[in-house]
């Protein structure tokens, strides 16, 4: 019998604090701007969509933020996740590279985004806030917010981008579940979603015209705060805990890695799974940080570097980072939570210094390296996911055709339980990738 090596990590070894990689930085990030001046955004302009706790975290420089009891007696119920040696798509690859993928699919809504939700509901909770309001492009986010809201004592509304509010039912059944209440955006219950609705190329939406329509509901109500799932500094701070247990994993296996590969929309996810090993880079590791976003919406690879909108109709601080432009209008892909003009801030700068590489990748071949990775691994990736496992299977080639023993690590972000039908185009028009001798004489990424 094949020897499966997973790592599990004892819950006396789950991190205690979040790292904060502005601490380490050897440059100054740009600072977030007001859209109305154009000058340095200051904390109490922001409290007008976040509390007070998160803007401060927003702020914070400290290296290491303690992550709060009742988040960690949260975090308690899914983590720490496994570190999982991906042997069966090594064998399948003909490969000398060791492959291993973070598995976050085991979060009680699906995703890493419970990482942040759980963090961010606390907050807010604590600073007395009872009403928040959000957008989610794929659900994932929405859900993990719904779940969280339900913990807390929360409500939660929810602006799902159309196009996935009409392909994804189950989804919103899942937020339903947790109480979070969801509409399709852009919708007519808001001034946002109308406008955007007068132009029916707009009609399928984005993660931009649903943020507009989430926060226009904050600044128009004293009670209610918004809450984002990726991006901003605090939710990739809340995602290091993923970063900082495969450092203690790795560490228990003997591994350095060579490469630590995540999909890319937001930057939540790819953030936190990098940034605690990005500070070794300063001094003098060799870790090559990969990026994969879709070529549909290929932000980091063809967007501009500078300060652009967060949201579609310009109501969140202005941000330097990678952007095709709060206009733009993604098509409609499968992967959702991917579909967003910009990037974080953090990361767009390592990827202006060089330290992180994007790759842009076409959708089919993502969904020939999910349904690679179900076959030989046993489990189904979500969409977004399966541009990080494209990803890895383009280096572990790479060392098959080098020789070279890297070791290659990916953050696995979220099932595909309810999302098989994304499936269902790709299982018909590639069933020889279930052929598991076929490859062992090509890669997937030729057939």
Known sequence: MKKRTVVNLKSEELPRSWYNIKADLPFKMDPPLNPATNEVINPEDMMAIFPKSIVEQEMS????????????????????????????????????????????????????????????????????????????????????????????????????????????????HMMRMFDGTVEPSPGENTESGRNFLKDRKNFSGSLGMAISEAIEIVLNSKTKKYSLGSVLDHVLLHQTVIGLEVEK????????????????????????????????????????????????????????????????????????????????????????????????????????????TPIAFPQEETFRAGLLFATTEGIIPAPESCHAIAGAVRKAIEARETGEEKVIVFTLSGNGALDLSSFTSTLEAHRDVLNFDKLRESSIVEQ
Request: net charge neutral.
């Open 61 to 172: 420089e400290e290296r290491f933020i303690p992550i709060p009891e009742p988040v960690l007696d949260e975090y308690a119920v899914f983590r720490p996740s496994p570190l999982i040696r991906a042997t069966f798509l090594e064998e399948y690859l003909n490969t000398p590279a060791r492959i291993y993928y973070k598995y976050e699919g085991n979060s009680p809504t699906g995703s890493h985004k419970t990482n942040t939700a759980i963090a961010q509901a606390y907050y807010n909770k604590t600073d007395g806030i009872t009403e928040l309001t959000t957008e989610t492009g794929a659900g994932q986010w929405g859900s993990a917010l719904s779940y969280a809201g339900r913990k807390f004592g929360l409500t939660v509304r929810v602006f799902m981008v159309r196009n996935s509010f009409q392909s994804k039912p189950m989804r919103q």
């Open 249 to 356: 994993q790795l560490e228990m296996l003997g591994e350095k890695p060579s490469s630590i590969i995540g999909c890319h929309g937001g930057g939540s996810n790819f953030g936190g799974t990098i940034l605690p090993f990005v500070k070794r880079t300063f001094n003098g590791d060799d870790i090559e940080f990969i990026a994969c976003e879709p070529e549909s919406c290929p932000s980091l690879s063809k967007g501009e570097y500078r300060y652009d909108s967060g949201d579609s109709a310009g109501f969140t601080p202005l941000l330097k980072m990678y952007t095709l432009g709060r206009e733009f209008v993604p098509p409609a892909i499968h992967a959702g939570g991917l579909r967003y003009h910009g990037a974080a801030p953090l990361i767009s700068r390592l990827v202006k210094e060089g330290i992180v």
